[in-house]
């Protein structure tokens, strides 16, 4: 088929990547094989001294055309020139950040970032000799202050998945260019819908394609959205960074590009849904602030009408009464919300959270609700009984 060069989103999240019909497959098959054989062994041995975006596939730990599927579909949507599909976020991220530190290296964070990419930093970097300074984010200027001779990667993640903070791409990635440092920003949350931080100088885009990109909590899957140059780079054999074993399952990733469909379509019901549950929460008397960026009282809205054209399903409140207790007992009376940590499915989930981001004085319950694509009504039913039940 032929795509024309005007269609429109959702005509490209359909078919784009996808337009050669193998056999006259309508759905891509699925390439569930290790191996590639060669007519010509030149061509093999090329590709094996120096291994390539954009040659053919050799073995699919490197590459598959089901996962190229997806990667092509990621690259249109977020604006870069490639993307590579990884077995998880996890391994998105850490191949991301392998891929541009060295020991001496220096990153700035958030204190807010997902948790065990904090750990990452924290926990396993300094033992190869990176350090990280971690920042609030929210300023541009505290952020930069924390930029050293030595620094070569600033970690975002607009918004933040617990306190839904936002980092404002363009004045920070201009400056990073300047000084040569690479930027990389988490976009799970946002999703290319809503979010294209490339478009504001953003040099990696990682997801944790777990989450809304394959909609249906049945993969575990990441994506990194980049340059071909950067892409390469992870895949020379003396990088070997996506080799730690980090690429995408080929069934994975044909479940990945079966989601990808219905993105658009999904995320937009899940803002609607988190929208109008998040304003019944923010109304209510015993509730001291829902953290939600789709909210029109939400502290960094101008930043936020910049730089995204629609939230997410996900949002965290504080309850007024601080009471661990009553917090882990309203979590536990909800009956359509259920009790897990991920999030980005048909299913809605809560999470209660005891967090103190650096601009807390003490450690604060926060509870963390995700709202799937279930009726809004029985959402806020079921919120509300919930909170009878506990009395909170
Ligand atoms: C914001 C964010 N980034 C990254 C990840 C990690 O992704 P994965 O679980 O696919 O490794 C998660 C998972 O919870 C997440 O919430």
Redesign the pocket.
Known sequence: MRIPDDAKLSTLLQHFGEEEKIKGAVTPPLFQNSLFVFDDIKTLAEELVTPDYDAPPVYSRISNPTLEVVERKMAMLEGTEAAKVMS????A?SASILSVVEQGDHVVALDTN?G??ISLFKEWLPRFGVTTTFVDGRCTEDLLDAVRPETKLVYL?SPS?AFFRLQDFEAICKECRKRGITTLT?N??ATPIFQQPAKFGVDIVVH????YLGGHSDI???VICTSKERINKMLQPAGEIPLLTGTLAPFSAWLLARGLRTLELRVKAHEKTGNQVAAWLDDLPNVEVVHHPGLPTFPQRALFLKQMSGSSGLFSFEPKVQDREKALKFVNALRIFQRG???GGFESLAIPMLAQPMDYKEPRNVIRLYCGLEDPSDLIADLEQAFRVAEL
């Open positions: 998880a976020g996890m391994m991220i997902y065990p990419a993640e998945t988490d799970s949350y944790s394609a777990s989450k575990t899957a990441g940590v991920s999030w």
